[in-house]
């Protein structure tokens, strides 16, 4: 006999946890942070229930109070869980055939990356041959502001989450003295990344390498992870990176939405 109970008596017996998740699946399926009002009209919620859950989710980094706009959207805590998934292998594992063919494709070391908080986290790395070494490997983390693949993600966000991430001056670490070191400068490098439609970086995580990155996008329009070529910066030319990397980009993107 099953001691695991059914999903509608699980719901009844511990409420706070059911209406907890159904907050977080609504946040996630918005495409920009909501008022607190709004969550508990279209879930049916009492405010008063609505406004002590998203206290306790902020309190855990789950979700972000835009004080100035009295609007709530998911928190850094919610992309390490996406990291987790990510981690346990379906992105990887979608991602990785895709990242190789684009690698050999152009001759040039790609990855796959994912945001995780203020960085981005690689999660699959192909090194082309004779090929200049790179700090980038599974595992690791860089700033996100400084990366391609980085500034791929962040270009899509709703530009309250940006700004959340990035509230000030502090937040904007650099490791070769390049890069954006205010709010208002990323805000510009963004716009220019949304207009073209693929991130790049020049020098800003190791003196001499370029890259090119795009985003992928979820069913809810989310960017989960980035696709990213590196190159030494005066063999080519970006333009003609830009299209193959778009192309892997939507590829993996139609694949995680079947």
């Known amino acids: 006999m099953s001691v695991i109970p059914d999903t509608a008596d699980a719901a009844a017996q511990v409420p706070a946890a059911d209406n907890t998740l159904r907050i977080l699946r609504y946040l996630a399926g918005r495409p920009a942070p909501v008022a607190a009002s709004a969550i508990a009209r279209e879930l049916e919620l009492p405010r008063s229930t609505v406004y002590h859950l998203l206290t306790t989710l902020a309190s855990h980094g789950f979700v972000?109070?835009?004080?100035?706009?009295?609007?709530?959207?998911?928190?850094?805590?919610a992309f390490e869980l996406a990291g987790g998934y990510a981690r346990q292998q379906p992105l990887a594992r979608l991602g990785r055939p895709l990242v190789a063919a684009l690698s050999d494709r152009l001759g040039?070391?790609?990855?796959?990356?994912?945001?995780?908080?203020?960085?981005?986290?690689?999660?699959v790395e192909e090194r082309a041959p004779r090929r200049q070494a790179l700090i980038t490997d599974v595992g690791v983390r860089l700033?996100?502001?400084?990366?391609?693949?980085?500034?791929?993600?962040?270009?899509?966000?709703?530009?309250?989450?940006?700004?959340?991430?990035?509230?000030?001056?502090?937040?904007?670490?650099?490791?070769?003295?390049?890069?954006?070191r205010t709010p208002s400068e990323l805000r510009e490098l963004l716009r220019t990344v949304r207009a073209r439609g693929y991130a790049t970086e020049d020098s800003e995580v190791a003196d001499g390498l370029r890259s090119v990155g795009a985003v992928v996008r979820?069913?809810?329009?989310?960017?989960?992870?980035?696709?990213?070529?590196?190159?030494?910066?005066?063999?080519?030319?970006?333009?003609?990176?830009?299209?193959?990397?778009?192309?892997?980009?939507?590829?993996?993107?139609?694949?995680?939405?079947?």
């Open 64 to 77: 972000l109070h835009m004080k100035e706009d009295r609007r709530w959207g998911l928190g850094t805590s």
């Open 143 to 180: 700033p996100a502001h400084l990366t391609a693949s980085g500034r791929a993600m962040l270009a899509a966000l709703p530009r309250e989450q940006v700004r959340a991430l990035y509230p000030s001056a502090s937040a904007f670490p650099d490791r070769t003295g390049l890069g954006p």
């Open 218 to 258: 979820d069913h809810a329009g989310w960017p989960v992870a980035a696709v990213a070529v590196t190159w030494a910066g005066g063999e080519l030319d970006e333009s003609a990176l830009a299209d193959p990397v778009i192309e892997t980009a939507a590829v993996l993107e139609s694949r995680i939405k079947r």
């Open 108 to 123: 040039e070391s790609a990855h796959l990356a994912m945001m995780s908080g203020g960085d981005v986290l690689y999660i």
